[in-house]
């Protein structure tokens, strides 16, 4: 079995050798709630920008800024004009100038695409809607100054019914008519089979590639139809176009939905999905660090990992590991603030193969949960509300408590949940094998609270000890000699790792990396 894990998984690893930023790891940053640097108390772009040096330290090499599009509500994910920044975050000029910045440092751009939906006030619903009590004319000649719903080209670029009451999914306009609005009412989905309507998201992708985009998050995907076969074609479209416009672009995608679903999905052609599986409260990773009995074990989550990444290799496709993000609950939250465990589940989640996303604040053990607007929290750049930089968060927001400071705070303690982030980042850029190479378990007998992952890339060979035991060292045999490269520990006043030859003893709650020996 083992042998045929492996094969699947360099078959995984030779197919997306080449895709851009493999292996990278991107930074989702909400604009409006992450550095002000006007003093209104918004995030804008100017702050993103200036943020630049920072996140180059902390070892990131992309960013994923979610909409800054012009936006009816404070999120933005219901859009006015797909070309356009929205006053409140800034310029066009002010994204160029990020672009450039970013870029200078080397470092990639994605933008968030929404294309299920628009805002109610889009300029095409507004129009559409105007358009559907007036009857059809025979010959396009619409009297009264207001096209007829059949030569309103805007009336097909959504789902209209005639309909009195409304259902679910569906919104009344009170005038005899109804649209489809998975999302509420404030957001009418596209009608994304309308040649048109791709037409528009088209130019809206030119626009921003024109701008220095480098890649895109893909929103709602699995809401794109009425199905998931016409997802998947609505999926391959817009991926395909990306593509053909810039081939190095990296395109990944929300498909929030069961794992049985995920290969409909991925047929697409899409660079990646994100990893939902293994994130979140409900996620392998959490219920390993938070559950209780061998089913949660360390073996078994290395044994669920594999069969994870077979299936990828199986169906040809790139894993997009993450913990938390604007819509899940913040990891500390779900790690119930414990310090050593919020740790260790950075360490299993920055160390699975792919390419792999932090949220902002999570290098800090930001708290957030609940409503929306509790896990859009002001960035924590420091303990007073009133600093340079702090953006005041969402209208909606309840007063959040961080339990581990600041960032001015956490940069001067070595063993900060900052300092953790800083140095496993490192060491993930350090190994290509860590986040690009297949992954073999190693038989460790009836040992349950650690597990070994043997990690094979072109350029190396690493092996990956998690020892999760609260209070426990654990020894380990490999099958061949080792040497200590790396060790993290989750616990403050940790011992170090001992390894002879082949034999490994590792403290608790920590993670070494081996080498073979040369």
């Not at 699995?222 to 190095?248: K, M, V």
């Amino acid at each position: 079995m083992a042998k045929r894990v492996s094969a699947l998984l360099l078959a995984l690893l030779l197919l997306t050798a080449g895709t851009a930023n493999a292996g990278g790891v991107y930074y989702e940053i909400f604009p409006s709630s992450y550095r002000d640097t006007d003093g209104d108390g918004v995030g804008d772009l100017a702050g993103v920008t200036a943020s630049a040096a920072y996140l180059q330290s902390l070892g990131v090499n992309g960013i994923w800024l979610t909409p800054f599009f012009s936006g009816a509500s404070y999120h933005k994910y219901d859009v006015l004009d797909y070309q356009s920044v929205d006053p409140s975050l800034g310029t066009l000029e002010d994204f160029d100038a990020l672009a450039g910045e970013y870029h200078a440092r080397g470092m990639r751009v994605m933008l968030d695409l929404v294309i299920n939906h628009t805002s109610n006030e889009h300029p095409w619903f507004r129009s559409a809607v105007k358009s559907l009590t007036v009857e059809p004319c025979a010959d396009g000649s619409c009297a009264g100054g207001v096209p007829c719903r059949a030569h309103n080209p805007y009336v097909n670029y959504y789902h209209f019914k005639p309909m009195e009451r409304a259902a679910k999914d569906w919104q009344t306009l009170g005038n005899g008519w109804g649209y489809e609005c998975v999302f509420g009412g404030h957001m009418p989905d596209l009608a994304l089979e309308n040649e048109d309507v791709r037409r528009e998201i088209e130019n809206a992708v030119d626009f921003w590639f024109a701008h220095g985009a480098d890649d895109f998050r893909l929103d709602a995907v699995i809401h794109y139809t009425g199905s998931a076969s016409g997802n998947a074609e609505a999926l391959r479209w817009i991926t395909d176009f990306i593509h053909s416009r810039r081939a190095d672009a990296f395109v990944v995608a929300e498909a929030w939905t069961s794992a049985v679903q995920f290969p409909a999905y991925w047929e697409s052609g899409v660079d990646a999905l994100f990893n939902f599986p293994f994130a979140g409260p409900e996620g392998r990773t959490a219920k390993t660090l938070i559950g209780r009995g061998r089913a949660n074990s360390a073996s078994a989550y290395g044994n669920a990992l594999i069969s994870w990444q077979a299936t990828l290799a199986e169906n040809g496709a790139q894993d997009a590991p993450f913990g938390s993000n604007h819509d899940i609950g913040r990891i500390a939250g779900f790690m119930r603030k414990d310090e050593a465990k919020i740790k260790l589940y950075a360490c299993l989640n920055l160390t699975m193969t792919g390419t792999a996303f932090v949220y902002y604040g999570e290098e800090l053990g930001m708290s957030g949960a609940g409503r929306d607007e509790n896990k859009r929290a002001p960035m924590y750049w420091s303990e007073d509300a009133s600093a340079a930089g702090m953006t005041k968060g969402p209208a909606d927001m309840e007063p959040q408590k961080h339990a581990f400071g600041a960032l001015e705070t956490q940069e001067a303690d070595a063993d900060s949940i900052y300092a953790f982030y800083r140095r496993l980042l490192a060491l993930r850029a350090a190994h290509p094998a860590i986040s690009e190479g297949t992954a073999e378990l190693i038989d460790l007998g009836d040992e349950i609270d650690a597990c070994v992952l043997r990690k094979t890339c072109a350029d190396e060979t690493v092996y990956l000890v998690y020892n999760l035991s609260a209070d426990r060292e654990i020894r380990v045999t490999l099958p061949e000699a080792v040497t200590q490269t790396d060790f993290l520990s989750a616990k403050r006043d940790s011992a170090q790792p001992q390894n002879e030859s082949t034999a490994v003893t590792v403290p608790p709650q920590s993670l070494t990396v081996l080498m073979p020996e040369e």
